[in-house]
């Protein structure tokens, strides 16, 4: 079956290094990743999104990449703050490589803390 | 970026009651939305596709009829737990699809503890 795993272990760095969370599949060819962000008792709140044609994604200090050999995303938050410090989700649509279903399977989380 | 809201943002009911939550899309409007759940240090789990105008479709294992599902206009869904038992307790979230790769906004959650 398809599965998502991400470091069920909390990160915990200081503030103005790098973090870096994984996130690995198994048994699925995904057309895109996204990766959420999710604050104690809130909602998600979308990050980015990286295809499967795409190598790396950038968007202010966050960049995400996506090596669909190895079946593995990374997500980086470079110049880390303390406000950073939530749990990161990656999902993938249910779909596969079809796409576009909407359907989303999420991975346990990483929580990542940033001390001052 | 869209905004989803939810209400209520947490409620409290007894044994054997229904609770309804509402999901709107503010300032988008969306044919499909999604709900799922989550339980305590888990992560999110699909519960069902709520599409506008037509019946939803239910994940495996979840029971339509305890979890009724109405999607009545473009901004609107709504999720009835029917006669609520404590193992229902849990966080609530729906969400909505934007644009061509599903990039998805959550609404804010609605956490439900039954007595």
């Known amino acids: 079956s398809q599965k998502i795993e991400q470091n069920s272990e909390a990160l915990n760095i200081q503030e103005g290094k790098t973090a870096t969370l994984t996130c690995n599949y198994t048994?699925?060819?995904?057309?895109?990743l996204q990766w959420y962000r999710q604050d104690p008792g809130r909602g998600p709140v979308f990050l980015l999104l990286?295809?499967?044609?795409?190598k790396e994604k950038r968007k202010e200090r966050l960049k995400v990449t996506f090596d669909t050999t190895l079946k593995q995303s990374l997500f980086h938050i470079t110049a880390s703050q303390p406000a950073d410090s939530a749990t990161y989700l990656c999902?993938?649509?249910?779909?596969?490589?079809?796409?576009?279903?909407?359907?989303?399977?999420f991975g346990q989380g990483t929580t990542l803390q940033v001390k001052p | 970026g869209a905004v989803v809201s939810q209400h209520p943002s947490w409620v409290i009911c007894k044994s054997g009651t229904s609770v309804k939550i509402e999901c709107r899309s503010l300032?988008?409007?969306?044919?499909?939305m999604f709900w799922y759940r989550q339980f305590p240090k888990q992560s999110l789990m699909l519960m069902a596709t709520?599409?506008?105008?037509?019946?939803?479709?239910?994940e495996q294992g979840v029971e339509k009829d305890k979890f009724l599902i109405n999607h009545a206009s473009l901004t609107l869904s709504t999720l009835t737990v029917t006669s609520a038992h404590p193992e229902d307790s849990s966080f609530y979230i729906c969400?909505?699809?934007?644009?061509?790769?599903?990039?998805?906004?959550f609404g804010p959650g609605t956490r439900l503890t039954v007595l």
């Open positions: 969400s909505a699809r934007v644009g061509p790769f599903n990039e998805q906004f």
């Open positions: 048994n699925y060819s995904p057309a895109y």
């Open positions: 990286i295809r499967e044609n795409e």
């Open positions: 999902a993938l649509d249910r779909g596969g490589g079809s796409g576009n279903t909407g359907k989303l399977i």
């Open positions: 300032d988008f409007q969306a044919t499909t």
């Open positions: 709520s599409n506008e105008g037509s019946k939803a479709t239910y």
